[in-house]
């Protein structure tokens, strides 16, 4: 059974950082695609950015490379570093097993079982 706990949310203020974690388990962390996806209040979900099972990244285009994405395999860890934050930045953030069209797909579905449970972050002042 997959299980993914994700942590690191919370309050920040503009222009500031923060650094999501999510811990994986029930399944090969090292061979799996993982993705970032968030979801803003009253929004559809949207895939933020991906990694593969080779460490390659992909983002979505409106980050403006604000974010980078991470791994330690040898943790089952996926990492988000997100900085210079803004007010729309603001939603619950899923790490997520598999890559982009992967997730794309769940989303269409409705499906989420292999997401997290989430992680809130709320950018204000």
């Known amino acids: 059974e997959v299980q993914l706990v994700e942590s690191g949310g919370g309050l920040v203020q503009p222009g500031g950082s923060l650094r999501l974690s999510c811990v994986a388990s029930g399944f090969t962390f090292g061979n799996s695609d993982m993705s970032w996806v968030r979801q803003a209040p009253g929004e559809e979900p949207e895939w933020v950015a991906d990694?593969?099972?080779?460490?390659?990244?992909s983002y979505s285009g409106s980050l403006g490379g604000r974010f980078t994405i991470s791994r330690d395999n040898g943790k089952n860890t996926l990492y988000l570093q997100m900085n210079s934050l803004k007010p729309d930045d603001t939603a619950k953030y899923y790490c997520a097993k598999g890559g982009h069209s992967i997730v794309v797909r769940s989303i269409f579905e409705g499906s989420r079982d292999a997401w997290g449970q989430g992680t809130l972050v709320t950018v204000s002042s």
């Open positions: 990694i593969s099972k080779d460490y390659t990244t």
